[in-house]
DNA sequence: AAAAAAC
């Protein structure tokens, strides 16, 4: 399968083999030709499925097709009555294709894969309408009547409402990422948006879901639109080798990421941080340990903020400490590492994280540091995947509490080598202990919530290859939950709500730290002072 | 203790 093959124009094909790619992803093979076909597209499928292309391929297929040369008359003609020294009132842009995302970076990254496509095309030009973006810079963006407007919802508004954009001539409409808008709060602003523009537009709407609100408005604005769902292996991330490392505590975390980051493997890789001071100062720690670090995060303005990605894209920054700001969107295909220095707050956030990776049907591999303290979280994350991740010990960087031994697990692994990952339909992983398993019966991702008894549970699954504990039975020291059973949640006690009933008189020795609500603590369970934050 | 969207 080809791009020839899928009815596109001779120079978007000449452009795509030179962005150097040879095959259409899925979405593209299914959505470019019933976009060329003329037909709305209804299309579920997550970034890194080359959703951009999937609509604008298409978009300027029709575009080239079309008689562009009127579009350019209003433009022309206000220049040169101004030549004649006649005074020209604005004429309003009139674009023939409007692209609606969620965040500027993501309306860039539209923009610049147009310029991309349309590099022998040049009648054809494509303009970012973004807040925060000077007004004077962007009337003179729109006075040259650009055929492709990618916006953010705010600011187009801005400029409709100030006359300043006529959908009249309007051919295409795009939302991409349209469940993301809908949960920022844009669902106004785009039925306010769809309509002003003509009721004969095509309509291409892209959305990792389309159910429920996002299906209902997704039905009110398309006209017998083709439905493509694709779970491709980059969707369910099986080309992602994904890994646990245990930690003992912050010193060892970083000792580790160093380690980590000297991967022979790593063309460039992303860290995320679950604050932005942390994204600055492991970022200025790297730099000095000499990584050729940079930070991103939401406290950076935004020219900051587009220099950094640039400087990534260009290969410069190879690693990229960043808070969750970079957890969507991103799409640098160099990209072989993600690390979680801190896990996600929400299970979500880890798929969009290790997301980052394994773009362009390339591998990758997602590593997560992770404290004693914090197994449950990882569990939510198992859970949420319906994956286990893997545990991993580097041999030096062993945790001195005895976490889960699993060698092997990693050594040769380099990337474009997905042979860890687990395969199409396989809940269990090709590793000892594993491969030469049937799923248990009620296996853990299918599991029933666990009703939490206080107790420690049954071994886990993965550490079961283990074999029993040489003390089972004698109480771990160390290890609170041991030390005492907690009391049982009252009945009809929400689950998961921290719930720890009375703790017994005694129960838990003076541990020599303070407690939480006196000091902050980072989730490493490290005590930081009042005056780090 | 994140992020994002108009001025």
Known sequence: MSFEALGLHASLVKAVAEAGYTQPTPVQAQAIPAAIAGRDLLVS????????AAFMLPALNKLANAEIVQARTTAQSAQSARAKGERVRFTAAQPKMLVLTPTREL?????SATEQYTT???RIRAVSILGGMPYPKQMQLLAKNPEILVATPGRLIDHMESGKIDFSELEILVLDEADRML??????????????TPASRQTMLFSATLDGVVGNMARRITKDPQTIQIMSAANRHENITQRVHFVDDLSHKNRLLDHLLRDEGLDQAVVFTATKRDADMIADRLNIAGFAAAALHGDMHQGARN????????????????????????????ITHVVNYDLPKFPEDYVHR???TGRAGRNGLAISLVNHAEGMNVKRIERFT??????????????KRSAPARTGARAGWKPGDGRNAAKPGQRSFAKPGYADRAPREGGFADRAPRQDNGFARPADSRYADRGPRENAGAPREGFRRDAAPRAAAPAGAPRDAGHRGPRPEGARRDSGFAKPSAHPRSADGTRRSFGEY
């Open 183 to 196: 949960d920022m709060g844009f669902i106004d602003d785009i039925e306010k948006i769809v309509a002003a």
């Open 45 to 52: 499928s997550q970034t890194g499925s080359g959703k951009t």
């Open 307 to 334: 220099r950094t990605l640039d400087s990534m894209r260009r290969g410069q920054v190879r690693v990229l400490v960043a808070t969750d700001v970079a957890a969507r969107g991103i799409d640098v295909p160099t």
């Open 120 to 122: 022998d095309m040049r």
């Open 354 to 356: 290790i997301g980052r």
């Open 107 to 111: 309306a860039l990254q539209v923009t």
């Open 386 to 399: 319906k994956q286990l991740i893997p545990v991993d010990v580097v041999e030096g960087f062993e945790p």
